[in-house]
């Protein structure tokens, strides 16, 4: 099933802030385009080094340009496509910190 990515702009007005993430983001949005998941693991096939988040989450993590920046996705499959819901975008470090708070099941900053 193709993606439907939800709240494109997200991760364009993140770009805008953070220059160093427009190369890296840009290459993931054009991947997106073109998968055809039906699983979730699927998502891990794509991305090899993305994590599943458990707890019942249904988020992943993708780790972008090098591990440099990390990014929460809600996904929800569908019966005709996969809806991939952007709930949080920062560095490394960031993500390091949202963890350490036991915020990483939660997050939803867009």
């Known amino acids: 099933m193709k993606v439907h990515l939800i ?4 991760i364009e007005d ?14 993931w949005l054009s991947i997106i385009r073109f998968v055809d998941w039906q699983t ?6 794509t ?3 993305a994590d599943l988040l458990g ?12 591990n440099n ?4 996705c809600k996904y929800a499959f569908g019966r005709h496509q996969v809806h991939l819901f952007v709930c949080w ?10 963890c350490a708070a036991n915020k990483q099941y939660s997050v939803n900053h867009y």
Do not use: W
Not at 7 to 10: D, Y
Not at 14 to 27: D, I, Q, W
Not at 89 to 98: K, M, N, Q, S
């Open 69 to 72: 920046f990390r990014m929460i």
């Open 7 to 10: 709240k494109k702009q997200t």
């Open 47 to 49: 991305f090899r080094t």
């Open 40 to 45: 979730p693991e699927d998502i891990l096939s």
């Open 14 to 27: 993140y770009c805008v802030v953070n220059a160093g993430s427009r190369l890296p983001l840009t290459a």
């Open 89 to 98: 975008i920062g560095t490394h470090a960031e993500y390091t910190r949202l």
């Open 55 to 66: 707890n019942g989450s249904n988020r992943v993590v993708f780790n972008i340009g090098g």
